[in-house]
């Protein structure tokens, strides 16, 4: 039931309404390792500069997460700034310095090859690809991605989708990548490239689960206040398999849960900066606002 993540790890300054964090641990390989770690162990692939701080990130060993892929490079960590404005679903970047991830080249260690879920976090698909050739005999394949590779690697990009088995975009990305305006013909034109199912991220608006056959919709979790939405869809992507990983038994049942765990983890991400309420809560938690969740949507 092990996780492999490819992705990104960074050290992030975000500013938002409710105020500022200044190189915070982060990148997608970091936060979904925080969300996943509730539910089963990871394996973890990425680059770190010599100046990054593993303090800061040993809570994820203490739940059962392998760092033996993290390599430290000389240089400095990749670095990304944001400012969030008043509507929290705009943001303005501020700077991005790759640094060591500029030549970040995925080595797997070779029991990393076993893993029986992979998810390719949002970095080239060229690398996403060389990922998938190195794993022997995966599960379950998820693939996250972004505008920046869809309008420079399309081609690429489609290949990977061609051999995945989840797809995980916002609606924006969506119709990016699909030509489509409409959203649910943008998710039929995505599942004739082969995933067996797609979902779509919504936000603050919850998440869609689209299938051959079927929709699923799953609401947000009613959060008081959002302080920081940055790593939330890494979040909802760790939730998400974190959950298919521990049950064990890949059915469209449990993609539904799975979505509902999604939403919620993310929604704890959001609550703080980087990982504090991460780092805070435990599976229990998770379980108890999953509750809550089903007693919004019982009709």
């Known amino acids: 039931m092990s996780i492999l993540v ?18 915070s641990p982060g990148g997608s390989a970091l936060y979904f390792s ?12 990425g680059v770190v500069g ?43 970047t501020l700077f991005t310095y790759l640094n060591v991830f500029e030549k970040f080249q995925p080595e797997i260690p070779d029991h990393y090859r076993e893993s029986q879920y992979i998810f390719l976090a949002n970095i080239d698909p060229e690398l996403q690809m060389t990922v998938l050739d190195r794993i022997r005999q995966p599960r379950l394949t998820v693939l996250d991605t972004m505008n920046f590779w869809i309008s420079g690697k399309r081609r690429e990009l489609e290949a990977v989708i061609q051999r995945v088995d989840i797809l995980i975009l916002n609606d924006e990305e969506i119709r990016e990548l699909t030509g489509h305006p409409h959203i649910f013909q943008s998710a039929q034109k995505l599942l004739e490239l082969g995933p067996t199912a797609l979902v779509i991220k919504k936000g603050e608006h919850g998440a869609i689960l689209v299938t051959n056959h079927s929709y699923f919709f799953s609401p947000a979790y009613p959060v008081s206040q959002v302080i ?48 504090k309420r991460l780092k805070e809560i435990t599976r229990a938690d998770v379980d108890s606002r999953v509750e809550e969740m089903r007693l919004m949507t019982l009709f």
């Open 6 to 23: 490819v992705g990104s790890i960074a050290l992030d300054t975000v500013e938002t309404p409710y105020g500022k964090a200044t190189d």
């Open 34 to 45: 925080a969300a996943a770690s509730l539910f089963a162990p990871v394996n973890v692939v």
């Open 50 to 92: 010599t100046d990054f701080d593993f303090s800061q990130i040993e809570f994820l060993r203490e739940r059962q997460v392998n760092l033996e892929g993290l390599k430290v490079e000389a240089g400095e960590t990749f670095r990304w700034g944001g400012r969030y404005r008043r509507d929290m679903n705009r943001r303005d």
């Open 228 to 275: 920081d939405p940055t790593g939330a869809g890494d979040s909802f992507a760790g939730g998400f398999l974190g959950y298919l990983a521990a049950c064990g038994e890949i059915n469209e049942a449990n993609m539904r849960r799975a979505v509902i765990y999604g939403s919620t983890v993310a929604s704890f991400t959001v609550e703080d900066f980087s990982f």
